[in-house]
């Protein structure tokens, strides 16, 4: 019996996201799914976390309006990415003016892009991240402005997409998942399917 075939299909996935991405994504596993859409929470956090518990927290909050409509049976997706500079976390960008903000601070450097992942039942949850590395070239001003003002990268962690035009001409490097920086890191994702519904252990 295969788990995408078989025995997934006795359970009903469902993906707690508006992103457009993250549905084209979990469409390349093969998957059925359907998508529940709520009041979108705001990106808030504890002071002194790990980026990568942030990324978890606010993945798991994402979920928790949800759990009450869940079902037996049921398994959500709950997910978000962050970009750790250093320090420093950039979610998304407010306006015009802090996307290019966010993006001067990336040109030239290497960041971390983190996606929380959150998968919950009506009788578990489980958090996990993926990391990936990313280093941008140096862009000239016009050219962010171009990409901001063409792309309006507004709904995206660090002002930008790499899927986009500026991932094209602007992304040197990549260590880790490439799925990842557009929001879903679908293999683990995948794997970890697997445990949560014990195909796998």
């Not at 979920?63 to 049976?73: E, G, I």
């Not at 996307?99 to 960041?111: D, I, M, P, T, V």
């Not at 996990?128 to 402005?145: Q, R």
Request: hydrophobic share 35%.
């Amino acid at each position: 019996m295969g788990f995408r075939d078989d025995y997934i299909k006795s359970y009903k996935i469902l993906l707690g996201s508006r992103s457009p991405r993250r549905k084209q994504l979990l469409n390349g596993l093969g998957l059925d799914f359907e998508i529940w859409i709520k009041e979108e929470q705001e990106e808030i956090f504890p002071d002194g976390l790990h980026p990568t518990e942030v990324a978890t927290y606010l993945a798991k909050a994402k979920a928790d309006p949800y759990l009450s409509d869940l079902l037996n049976k049921d398994i959500l997706i709950t997910a978000d990415t962050i970009v750790a500079l250093g320090d420093e976390i950039l979610l998304k960008p407010a306006s015009r003016t802090e996307a290019a903000s966010s993006l001067q601070k990336l040109l030239g450097r290497e960041h971390i892009v983190i996606t929380g992942i959150c998968l919950s039942s009506t009788d578990k949850c489980t958090c996990f991240y993926s990391e990936t590395n990313v280093k941008f070239a140096s862009l000239d001003e016009d050219e962010i402005y171009y990409y901001i003002d063409n792309y309006a990268p507004y709904d995206k962690a660090g002002a930008y997409g790499i899927q986009e035009w500026i991932g094209y001409i602007g992304v040197e490097s990549i260590n880790g998942s490439y799925f990842n920086v557009m929001g879903l890191p679908v293999q683990k994702l995948y794997k970890e399917l697997k445990i949560f519904t014990g195909y796998k252990t």
